[in-house]
């Protein structure tokens, strides 16, 4: 078996290192996502996900803080919520995500879906960036069409778009146009909610490489080029899901899986449909 692993980081299109593994913290209940963090942080994880639209910011820069590691070791990424969209309403929404976090920066803000509004938002988070209070701004859920209009119209191109991505969601035209562009790609729910576990063909790749599907689903996002931010609660699975850094499925295999593409989306929302 291989065992070459990637790099740790990711280096965006204006030089800011992202840790290619990170935590996402999708609507954990406040104090549990504190916990989260804290057990994260000391099992070596300096990537940690959030939003405003999950209410656990402040438990999250909480976490931060007690964890004693210095803040700048830590990659923090929060996002501007649908109902916030608009150059002032966007701006108002950062300085309340920055007091809940209890920071005078984040390393990444980003726009949460491409809602009605995003071009004004867009110049919103472009003045944030230029202002020092984002070392890096992107988008999240943007498909194709709309990153070409951010590209267009914009004068900053987005260092990221996060989207879903799993072997069963595999967003292909996003990645290859993020390639063209040099947006890095990162990967929310790339374990499918758990949802897929149980596939055969999964479940025989990851028997082959002595590793769980879990793993194998977050090793087939980095081999792609693209970070990943699986969410758990869970230390144990904090500590299977950081050893997906460990170890390199082969091409057949990574072909294998490539195969799975089911259009298998978590969410309700479709950002393809979205105008």
């Known amino acids: 078996m291989l065992t070459m692993s990637l790099p740790a980081h990711i280096e965006l299109n204006n030089g800011v290192r992202m840790p290619v593994l990170g935590l996402g913290t999708y609507l954990m209940e406040p104090e549990r996502a504190r916990r989260s963090v804290l057990d994260a942080l000391s099992l070596g994880y300096r990537h940690i996900d959030t939003a405003s639209f999950y209410g656990n910011e402040r438990e999250v820069g909480e976490a931060i803080r007690e964890s004693g590691i210095d803040r700048d070791e830590v990659f923090v990424t929060t996002k501007v919520w649908n109902d916030d969209h608009g ?47 984002a070392r890096a701004i992107g988008v999240s859920n943007f498909m194709p069409r709309h990153l070409d209009e951010l590209l267009e119209r914009g004068s900053i191109a987005p ?55 879990a793993q194998v689903m977050i090793r087939w996002c980095l081999q792609r080029g693209v970070a990943a931010i699986p969410k758990t609660t869970s230390r144990e699975r904090m500590k299977e899901n950081l050893e997906s850094l460990d170890f390199v499925l082969p091409p057949e295999d ?19 449909e979205m105008a």
């Open 87 to 133: 150059h002032y309403r966007a701006k108002e929404a950062f300085r309340r995500s920055l007091s809940l976090l209890g920071m005078d920066h984040v390393d990444l803000y980003l726009i949460h879906w491409p809602m009605p509004g995003r071009l004004e938002t867009w110049k919103a988070l472009e003045s944030i960036y230029e202002e020092g209070g």
């Open 159 to 213: 260092a990221i778009d996060q989207v879903e991505m799993h072997p069963f969601l595999q967003r292909n035209d996003v990645l290859d146009r993020c390639r063209r562009s040099g947006i890095a790609v990162e990967a929310y729910s790339p374990l499918a909610r758990g949802r897929h576990l149980d596939d055969r063909t999964l479940a025989a790749v990851a028997s082959r490489n002595g590793r769980t599907p």
């Open 254 to 272: 990574m072909a294998t899986l490539d195969k799975l593409e089911r259009n298998s989306r978590t969410t309700t929302w479709d950002p393809h």
